[in-house]
């Protein structure tokens, strides 16, 4: 058993598949979606969709967290080679400011909730637009550490390991 | 697919097999799963909501039930919607895969096998995605305001449960992609770099 959580596979991972992907998830979809729900709601003035936007953004900001402790465990186990350093460095950075952007954010909107759950100020919306597009610029960057570097990808875990690459 | 037939399309495809460098359909993906745990979530937190109410109370939030239904009906609906674009935008992605033909994944199936699975379960769980919303709709349209239902619950057991055992096929699905990427390498630029014989920091630089 002790064994089996030490070992690394060929994603050099002590489990089958990434993690941090996956929770990932919930904060993109639920900051997406509680935006799109928040701005059709201001509009159409229908309150219901300003719940869905409050509970979506209550599930991102746990969420994040979550998504944060399994990043930083697969970065350190990532063996980013020289071009893909830079990438996760950025990527790392925004992430971590990233929990903290949500959770005041989502902490004022409980403030805006708790006063009128009928009425969202326009400010609220253009700080959720701002999220948006940070969460944007964090996926375009987590997607490059995959699709363009590939890190965790068994061709270049089995580089890394056979030293053709560092 | 053939490759002779995606060799009609080259000059216009970089390396990763894609005529742009991050594939589409895994970044809907995380709309579709993201939405459609959410909403099943919400909708058992809803039904379950006479037993955790002090949960709510402690932390300082004030609740209806109504409001979990909400979140319930619209995050289905929006991944009903979503995931037509998912299933498109895989199976363009797929037509254009070239994975090695040389190994099998960790679960010991090769690249062709993992693909069909793939691309046929991306078709059903659509389906069952817009069954599941029409169901739904129902629930909270004809059935929730019959007139011998005594409860204020929006939702039926019976659908929480589909729920669940769909969540479980996507888990199984959703790992079958997840090989395509990190195992097979489909539409890897790294991977594909490596295969041809490539250093990455000097071609990715």
Known sequence: MLEYLTSLNDHNLPYPDTIHPIVVHFVIAMVVFGFFCDVVGYFTGKASLFEVGWWNMLVATIAIFVAIIFGQFEAGLAQPYSVAKSVLNLHTLIGWSLSGIITAITAWRYVIRSRNPQKVPIYYLGAGLILTLIVGVQVYLGDELVWVYGLHTVPVVEALKDGLLR | MNSELIDQLTGSLGANGLPYTIPIHPNLVHLTIGLFIIAMTFDIVGVLFPFQKWVF???????????????????????????????????????????????????????????????????????????????????????AKQEYKQTDREVQWLYLFAGIAIMLIMY?????????????????????????????????K
């Open chain 2, 172 to 204: 199984v699905h959703g790992t079958l992609g997840a090989q395509l990427a990190a195992e097979f390498g489909v539409h890897n630029t790294a991977d594909n770099l490596l295969r041809s014989g490539q250093d990455l920091n000097t071609s990715l």
């Open chain 2, 57 to 143: 109370k402690f932390l300082g939030i004030t609740v209806e039930r109504d409001n979990f239904f909400d979140v319930g009906w619209y995050n289905m609906v929006a991944a009903s919607i979503i995931t037509f674009f998912t299933v498109t935008a895989g199976f363009y992605e797929m037509l254009l895969a070239t994975p090695p033909a040389d190994m099998k994944s960790a679960w010991g199936l090769q690249a062709m096998e993992t693909m069909l699975w793939h691309g046929v379960g991306g078709v059903f769980l659509l389906a069952l995605i817009v069954g599941m919303t029409i169901w739904r709709g129902w629930q909270r349209f004809v059935w």
